[in-house]
Each structure stands twice: as structure tokens, then as C-alpha cells.
T-cell receptor, first 109, second 120 residues
Framework: LLTQPPSVSGAPGQRVTISCAGT?????????VHWYQHLPGAPPKLLIY???NRPSGVPDRFSGSRSGSAASLTITGLQPDDEADYYC???????????FGTGTTVTVL | QVQLVQSGAEVKRPGSSIKISCQTS????????LNWVRQVPGQGLEWMGR????????NYAPSFQGRLTITADTSTDTAYMELRSLTSGDTAVYYC?????????????WGQGTLITVSS
């Protein structure tokens, strides 16, 4: 229900953007979008909450936005440690529960 | 500091059930909405369901309706996730995660994950 590109890549220092396409039942219904970073062998880490807010400790290189039924996560000044899987998440009123995006693997070239 | 500690890895037979625990500390358990999320190898994160212990309010993802039960023991501040009628497709890492009011109910604190392998 939340569609993300399978992969994005960029050189160190560059900017990458990950899209999250939803529907009128989730993002389009104005439910908050959250973003997580998931490294192998570790639990997911909250990166962005409620569309564009960063929890304490998350660098300002990570930013979020939303428009209509879509949201996006932008990483500026890409670093090797940013190599991970990234997921968006929102509430879906037709499913009456949370949904995750399909996930995007970020590769630092 | 809020912490979630899950039970250890298990190997289960097809058709059996699994019950994973998630003990919380550093936070008021009864007012904590606890979610369960899994990741099947090679796939993405999948939301399974959640429970708010103070009112025993829970909801489950449609794909797990009928074979998933999330419960809580308020005397030990522990949540449980029971999944029945296991198949090889349920082989996954299972996580518990707490919603945080301070982050608009996003999943702020996560357990370490529990690997469940379903194999004959």
C-alpha cells in the first residue's frame, strides 16, 4: 500500500531522495508518515516522525516531507554509514492498522 | 531509559505455535501501546498488530486475523505475541516496538528482535 523504489544510490556527499507513494486511505487521508532506517542485525531506528520531525540525536542531514498522497525522505551529504534499508510507515483507515512501505536500499557508491 | 527485551530464538515445527515475550522497563507499561513487526528473510517490514494494555485494546493486521493474539501481563510489564498454525513462511525476525507520544505515536523504541525458524 506504500510503494517505495527498491533502491537508490549516490556518491559520498551527494543527496538522495526516497519516495513513498500512498493512497487516499493512508497518506492521502492526512495520516502521519514516519521513516525508519534498518541496518542488518539491528532493530529499525526511527529517523523522521510525523512527516518532517527528527527525534533527538538524528542528524539534520535527514529530512522528510509530504505532499498529497506521497511522502519523501531526503539524505544530504551522503555518508558510507547511511548504507541501509529505509522504510516509510503510516496508518491505513481501510485496514484499520499500520502499514510499512516496500522498503528502499540505499547504496553509497 | 525505555528498554524492550525480547525472548530468545526458537525453532518450531510447521503447524505449531510460538509465543514471544517482550519485557518493558523504564516506562509505564499499562499506558504503552506495544506493536509487533516482523521481517521475513529477503522481505520488508510487516506490521502485525498492537495492544494498549490499560484498556486491553488491540488490533491486528488482516493477514494475521484468526491466528495472532497479543496479550499483556501487567504484573511483570511483559507483552506477548502468539502466532498459531506456523508455516515456513513465518520464518522471520519478530520485533516488539513501543509507540511514543513524544514522537506522534511513531515506533520509537524497539526490542532486539527474535528469530523464529519454522522447519520440519
Amino acid at each position: 500500500l506504500l510503494t517505495q523504489p527498491p533502491s537508490v544510490s549516490g556518491a559520498p556527499g551527494q543527496r538522495v531522495t526516497i519516495s513513498c507513494a500512498g493512497t487516499s486511505s493512508n497518506i492521502g487521508a492526512n495520516y502521519a508518515v514516519h521513516w525508519y532506517q534498518h541496518l542488518p542485525g539491528a532493530p529499525p531506528k526511527l529517523l523522521i516522525y510525523a512527516n518532517f520531525n527528527r527525534p533527538s540525536g538524528v542528524p539534520d542531514r535527514f529530512s522528510g516531507s509530504r505532499s498529497g498522497s506521497a511522502a519523501s525522505l531526503t539524505i544530504t551529504g551522503l555518508q558510507p554509514d547511511d548504507e541501509a534499508d529505509y522504510y516509510c510507515q503510516s496508518y491505513d483507515r481501510s485496514l484499520l492498522g499500520e502499514v510499512f512501505g516496500t522498503g528502499t536500499t540505499v547504496t553509497v557508491l | 531509559q525505555v528498554q524492550l527485551v525480547q525472548s530468545g530464538a526458537e525453532v518450531k515445527r510447521p503447524g505449531s505455535s510460538i509465543k514471544i515475550s517482550c519485557q518493558t522497563s523504564g516506562v509505564t507499561f499499562t499506558t504503552s501501546t506495544l506493536n509487533w513487526v516482523r521481517q521475513v528473510p529477503g522481505q520488508g517490514l510487516e506490521w502485525m498488530g498492537r495492544l494498549l494494555p490499560v484498556v486491553s485494546l488491540h488490533n491486528y493486521a488482516p493477514s494475521f486475523q484468526g491466528r495472532l493474539t497479543i496479550t499483556a501481563d501487567t504484573s511483570t510489564d511483559t507483552a506477548y505475541m502468539e502466532l498459531r498454525s506456523l508455516t515456513s513462511g513465518d520464518t522471520a525476525v519478530y520485533y516488539c516496538a513501543r509507540e511514543g507520544a513524544e514522537v506522534s505515536e511513531a515506533l520509537h523504541v524497539w526490542g532486539q528482535g527474535t528469530l523464529i525458524t519454522v522447519s520440519s
